[in-house]
């Protein structure tokens, strides 16, 4: 069964069609109309010739005024009328009045044919936007309110977005529920750690008391590490599970880069590296204080940890409408080639790694920064020595 709508854009166009198909009849039996008219004339004008030169010549000057319109009345036509003949019997004369009547059908039909396809291209528009309406609603809120279903030619597309959204949408859910597993997972397993880390550390903390020896420093060592990752634990299952509020407040780039420096002062001393820090005036990013600063300190470390005894590392930062822009780079030997794509992968330790690193520092700082609405990324210096490139944006 058509549908209504349908039924009328059918009735539309079979008019439409109708209207054009009679123009185009009436204008090819018009022209062979003309056309039998003109051998009939020249028929009885061959005969009529054939009396002689002076009926021939009178005979052409009469076409000549026939074509001009000029020396022909009225009154003449009634030669034809008093031997019975009526207006009918030669209706045809080749004026070109003719032709209006197929011309006003094929005009009609035009103007049928514009009207149809604007009320098409409408109905078209309105659906379109439609459904676009629909896509937005669903990036927007998640889900979207479902349009009345109709049968038209965007049935099909409409059935095939819903199914797709729909698809999507259940596997948003599945992700984010995944997501929150894993984090509740790692979480409890960093607090499963820290009893036993805890015990261990007071336990060779004695021990190293009573009998000092190597293999104590050693254990000692290696409970700090396990301390370290299930701090680092810890802060990345908040980060998973969306736990992590950050504040929003004016973070000013030189003093938050101070503060990461003065929090690795010891290591820094112990490897005599020392940070340059210029001051460049108030520029600031909107986040969190403390959590920025822990962030820059993981890359201040990474730097410190490939940088030679006596080394610098080097900051430097500016502002511009879009977003702040802060690099940290040493004089090192850089990254690894090979360790370029996945420095910020969770738990990857490239070759050059330092003995004391467990792999979260960079994946932490990296998380962070975006969700400060910032990115980062590491490069090699032509001159060597690696670089990150931090950009927090505006908006």
Not at 88 to 116: E, H, T, Y
Request: glycine share 8%; net charge negative.
């Amino acid at each position: 069964m058509i549908p209504h709508k349908n039924k009328k854009t059918t009735i539309l166009l079979i008019l439409t069609v109708s209207l054009l198909s009679i123009g185009l009849v009436s204008a090819f039996w018009a022209y062979w109309y003309s056309q039998a008219q003109f051998d009939l004339l020249s028929r009885i004008c061959g005969q009529m010739a054939e009396m002689g030169p002076e009926a021939e010549q009178r005979l052409l000057t009469m076409l000549k005024q026939y074509r001009s319109g000029a020396g022909w009345r009225s009154e003449e036509s009634g030669f034809l009328l008093q031997h019975g003949y009526r207006a009918k019997d030669f209706w045809m004369n080749g004026q070109s009045g003719f032709w209006i009547v197929p011309g006003a059908f094929f005009v009609a039909g035009s103007l049928f044919f514009l009207f149809l396809f604007f009320l098409l291209e409408r109905k078209n528009r309105r659906r379109i936007e439609e459904l676009t309406a629909y896509l937005e609603q669903v990036n927007l809120q998640g889900v979207g309110t479902m349009i009345p279903g109709r049968e038209d030619e965007f049935s099909l597309l409409q059935d095939e977005i819903y199914k797709t959204v729909t698809a999507l949408y259940q596997t948003r859910e599945n992700a984010l529920k995944a997501k929150k597993n894993y984090a509740d997972n790692l979480a409890n397993i960093a607090h499963q750690l820290k009893t036993p880390i805890t015990a261990a550390s007071v336990s060779l903390q004695l021990l190293k008391a009573k009998e000092p020896s190597l293999y104590v420093e050693q254990a000692l060592g290696q409970l700090e590490r396990l301390s370290v990752l299930e701090e680092g634990l810890l802060r990345l299952s908040c980060i998973d599970s969306g736990n992590l509020k950050l504040r929003r407040e004016q973070v000013d780039i030189y003093t938050v880069l101070n503060l990461a420096a003065d929090n690795l002062w010891e290591l820094l001393e112990e490897k005599q590296v020392t940070v340059e820090i210029p001051e460049h005036g108030c520029i600031a990013i909107s986040g969190d204080m403390d959590w920025t600063m822990e962030a820059f300190l993981n890359l201040l470390k990474n730097c410190m940890e490939h940088s030679a005894s006596g080394g610098r590392i080097y900051c430097d930062y500016s502002q511009n409408p879009l977003y702040v822009e802060i690099l940290i780079w040493d004089e090192g030997a850089g990254f690894a080639k090979e360790d370029l794509p996945y420095l910020f992968k969770r738990f990857y330790r490239g070759k050059d790694a330092g003995d004391g690193g467990i792999g979260i520092g960079l994946a932490l700082a990296k998380s962070i920064f975006e969700l400060q609405n910032g990115t980062i990324t590491a490069r090699n210096l032509p001159d060597g020595g690696a670089c990150f490139e931090v950009r927090v944006y505006s908006h």
